[in-house]
């Protein structure tokens, strides 16, 4: 399963098997917003599928901004990895 692959990606230690972890959702989210703007070069016109990525970016950014409160460096080590945001961070 691809889920499985990513999982080495994120260092923490009991939370490296964990599909539960904050970490991982946000990994599985980042993942599933690069393919579906890639899905969106070719068919612009998926209203649908526009309407499932505005949802899965609202659950990322709930859970970042759970993240962000619960744990500064958590966060941070998230954000770097994934390259989702400016490396400015207050």
Do not use: C, W
């Not at 990513?6 to 959702?25: A, D, T």
């Not at 899965?56 to 409160?69: A, D, H, N, P, W």
């Not at 941070?76 to 990895?81: E, Y």
């Amino acid at each position: 399963m691809k889920k499985k692959l990513f999982i080495p990606l994120i260092s923490h230690k009991k939370k490296e098997e964990n599909p539960g972890s904050v970490e991982f959702q946000v990994l599985n989210f980042t993942n599933k917003i690069r393919r579906l703007t890639s899905h969106f070069e070719l068919h612009p016109k998926d209203y649908l599928s526009q309407r499932g990525l505005r949802i899965i970016l609202g659950k990322r950014q709930r859970l970042l901004s759970y993240l962000s409160k619960k744990n500064k460096i958590r966060y941070k080590n998230v954000i770097n990895r994934l390259d989702i945001r400016d490396s400015q961070i207050r």
